[in-house]
């Protein structure tokens, strides 16, 4: 079946460096691609997604680009801020009998100090 | 527009007692989901309802049963609760022009 993996964290970041957080997907068809992000105690929003490949989706200063030959989608950010500490997940639609599902991958937290 | 609600934010339970979990969307989607998140495992789907009138079992099913009460409301109920239900439970609903999902803020169980 469909499955998105993630890289495990947490990811410890300072103020303004880079950020990447990797994200592979196996699926057949050509799915839309998502990621999501949860900041503590609440649910999860969307950050940015593509729905084909080539796309690329951008957020906040998140991107995320759509590889289909790699079959990748990996959250970017230049600098990143206090704020952005918080766990992201990378998802993937599946359509099974007509009806849209997602499949998650397992999160990565990420902690930025100042 | 509140978005997508749930009740109650905590609860704690002994092993064998009943509960339901209450969620309520007001963006008139037809989907609804209930997801599970458990530490290193992300979401997993426990159910789903495509339209008011339609439910239909997701990855882990066992141990729950929903209720699609109206286009707005989409329940789910642990019958006899154990250990293992020991979760965060969120609720989604998305429209169905497109893949966007919308989240509720979660309920916290506890099963003691």
Not at chain 1, 41 to 62: P, R, V, Y
Not at chain 1, 94 to 114: A, H, I, N, Y
Not at chain 2, 94 to 111: A, C, D, E, K, M
Request: with cysteine.
């Amino acid at each position: 079946g469909n499955s998105v993996t993630q890289m495990e964290g947490p990811v410890t970041l300072s103020e303004e460096a880079f950020l990447t957080i990797n994200c592979t997907y196996t699926a057949t068809g050509y799915p839309s691609l998502f990621w999501y992000v949860q900041y503590p105690g609440e649910g999860l929003q969307l950050l940015l997604k593509a729905t084909k490949a080539d796309d690329k989706g951008s957020n906040k200063g998140f991107e995320a680009t759509y590889r289909k030959e790699t079959t990748s989608f990996h959250l970017e950010k230049g600098s990143v801020q206090v704020s952005d500490s918080a766990v992201y997940f990378c998802a993937l639609s599946e359509s099974t009998t007509g009806f849209q599902k997602l499949v998650f991958g397992t999160g990565t937290r990420l902690l930025v100090s100042p | 527009n509140a978005g997508v609600t749930q009740t109650p934010k905590f609860q704690v339970l002994k092993t064998g007692q009943s509960m339901t979990l209450q969620c309520a969307q007001d963006m008139n989607h037809n989907s609804m989901y209930w997801y599970r998140q458990d530490p290193g495992m992300g979401l997993r789907l426990i159910y789903y309802s495509a339209s008011e009138g339609t439910t239909d079992k997701g990855e882990v099913p066992n141990g729950y049963n929903v209720s699609r009460l109206n286009k707005r409301e989409f329940s789910l109920r642990l019958e006899s609760a154990a250990p293992s239900q020991t979760s965060v439970y969120f609720c989604a609903s998305r429209n169905s022009g497109g893949p966007q999902q919308f989240f509720g803020p979660g309920t916290r169980l506890t099963v003691l």
